[in-house]
């Protein structure tokens, strides 16, 4: 009932520091429940050694300037603090757009009970937006053997501005279950670009995110893994849920479902993952649309990879930690 509590008290905290934003495409991930750190850095170091993972996702093959999204991190505990440290750099291109963000992140494990550890953590770091205004057209523009937009405010050719890039979150770990919540660019900063003739302000919005996830043993051999998620910048919702079945915690398959409502239901997905050895998984999904959408794309596709080196345990005078090179 603690780790309940909480968790509502730092929901209600997050939500506090928000203001309305205007509304923008969130990065969506299906395959979430398998890179947790992707979208909230409290997770750094829940695990017990070296952890690796890599994210490709291309959303709506066929239909031009749809989203691409690549995404690595990596993370580790430090025991002897009882903490995490990380760091994550995300790739996103998005039609005339491309975001870069590269951030550090740190946690700590402020409850650490037999049956559950509570982690609140932070990243920091800098994001970059990039827009090529030779990819824009404007209404009233002459293009022919050169761009012209006849417009004072969008760039003729690529313009870029930085902001600093700050998340929080909270994240609990039991037997079998974990719970979730986090916020990205927490400050809101915005960024601003040089046009033609004046500087572009582009505003920057709060992602919120809260998640589940539940493992429910059938057989000795075979498990249920249910995961929900919902995402928001506080003008828009978006909710999602998948359930895998795993057997013998080698090969994974189930759906996934995006959305809960006419207005908000964009796809229902395939979602596949196998145990390449002891230390890699490599995880695919295909996203089929069920939106408005549908009729102009091909689906979406979805690549996870992950390493984890349970490496770190506890002996006289310390942790170690081994080199892979000699395992």
């Not at 990243?123 to 990039?130: E, F, I, N, P």
């Not at 043993?217 to 995961?227: D, E, F, I, P, S």
């Not at 995880?283 to 649309?289: E, I, P, Q, R, T």
Request: aromatic letters at 10%; zero cysteines.
């Amino acid at each position: 009932m603690r780790v309940r509590n909480l968790l509502l008290v730092i929901t209600i905290w997050v939500l506090g520091v928000a203001e309305p934003a205007l509304a923008q495409q969130l990065p969506q991930y299906t395959q979430f429940q398998f890179n947790w750190l992707a979208i909230n850095p409290a997770y750094t170091g829940m695990s017990d050694g070296i952890e690796l993972n890599g994210h490709l996702r291309r959303q709506w093959v066929g239909l031009e300037g749809s989203p691409f999204n690549q995404h690595v991190n990596a993370n580790m505990p430090v025991p002897y603090w009882y903490s995490g440290v990380g760091i994550a750099v995300t790739n996103d291109l998005l039609g005339a757009e491309r975001n870069t963000r590269a951030s550090f992140s740190f946690a700590y494990k402020i409850l650490r009970k037999p049956a559950y550890v509570l982690s609140l953590g932070m990243s920091l770091g800098v994001a970059q937006k990039s827009l090529d205004g030779s990819l824009l057209i404007s209404p009233d523009g002459v293009y022919g053997s050169g761009v012209d937009h006849q417009d004072g405010v969008i760039p003729s050719g690529t313009s870029s501005g930085l902001q600093p890039d700050v998340g929080l979150g909270a994240f609990a770990k039991g037997e079998g279950w974990t719970a979730g919540v986090s916020m990205l660019n927490v400050t809101k900063s915005g960024y601003k670009l040089d046009g033609n003739e004046s500087e572009v302000q582009i505003a920057g919005e709060q992602h919120l995110y809260g998640t589940g996830s539940y493992r429910y043993v059938l057989t000795h051999r075979m498990a249920l893994k249910a995961a929900v998620l919902l995402q928001s910048n506080l003008k828009q919702l978006q909710g999602q849920a998948s359930l895998v079945l795993a057997y013998d915690d080698f090969v994974d398959v189930g759906v996934a479902l995006r959305g809960f409502n006419d207005k908000s239901l964009e796809s229902l997905s395939l979602v596949l993952g196998a145990k390449l050895s002891e230390q890699l998984r490599l995880g695919y999904s295909y996203d089929a649309g069920i939106s408005g959408l549908n009729g102009v794309n091909s689906g979406s596709h979805e690549i996870v990879l992950n390493y984890r080196l349970k490496s770190v345990y506890t002996i006289k005078g310390g942790k170690v930690i081994y080199n892979p090179r000699f395992l």
